[in-house]
């Protein structure tokens, strides 16, 4: 069975830093780009980037580009994404999702909560 | 980037009813239109994909159609289970930007 499966629900300080991760395991994670979603409480889809783990090749939103970093490990089957100098407007659910040939979304991991508050 | 535009963005309907939502891109993304669903606390899931292909396991009462700039989703008998909140996404060229999601809600 494919799955992408995320760390774990994070609070943090405002200024504080937090990777989250994305295993995969179910399919050769290295041929498939992997996505970044993220969702503020009560509203849509927001698109942040892509990485293609077999090469490290790295697409960003401009909405993002400088806000995150994406990257991969391909030896663990891994994807991460690291938010740094965190806001309280960081607040959100951030998924990772497998892309298709297609460009659609069509594994999805169950989402990594993350609170920031002081 | 490409803006995805949805209409409408909130939709009262009853079981059994046909229903279609609309996706407008700002410039044409050919057959590269993807729908999702979102239930309240869930995983968003691909129904479509390259605007009328139906994801495995997706109910044939799901269907789309489109091409270039104007896309549409049909649900052409509605069920309980479908009352969520629909979003499109280009998958032409990145980034890969979602609609704003129409929410759709008994009547």
């Known amino acids: 069975e494919m799955q992408l499966v995320q760390s774990g629900a994070e609070v943090k300080k405002p200024g504080e830093s937090l990777k989250i991760s994305c295993k995969a395991s179910g399919y050769r994670f290295t041929t498939y780009w992997i996505a970044w979603v993220r969702q503020k409480p009560g509203k849509g889809l927001e698109w942040m980037g892509i990485i293609y783990p077999d090469d490290s090749d790295t697409k960003y939103s401009p909405s993002f580009q400088g806000q995150v970093t994406i990257s991969a490990d391909k030896s663990i089957a891994t994807a991460y994404l690291q938010l740094n100098s965190l806001k309280a407007s960081d607040t959100a659910m951030y998924y990772c999702?497998?892309?298709?040939?297609?460009?659609?979304?069509?594994?999805w991991g169950l989402g990594t909560t993350v609170n920031v508050s002081s | 980037d490409i803006q995805m535009t949805q209409s409408p963005s909130s939709l009262s309907a009853s079981v059994g009813q046909k229903v279609t939502i609309t996706c407008r891109a700002s410039?044409?993304?050919?057959?590269?239109l993807n729908w999702y669903q979102q239930k309240p606390g869930k995983v968003p899931k691909l129904l479509i994909y390259?605007?009328?292909s139906l994801q495995s396991g997706v109910p044939s009462r799901f269907s789309g159609s489109g091409f270039g700039t104007d896309f549409t989703l049909t649900i052409s008998s509605l069920q309980p289970e479908d009352f969520a909140t629909y979003y499109c996404?280009?998958?032409?060229?990145?980034?890969?930007?979602f609609g704003q999601g129409t929410n759709l809600e008994t009547k």
């Open positions: 996404q280009q998958g032409y060229r990145p980034p890969y930007t």
């Open positions: 410039q044409s993304i050919n057959m590269y």
């Open positions: 390259t605007a009328s």
């Open positions: 999702a497998r892309l298709t040939g297609d460009n659609a979304m069509d594994v």
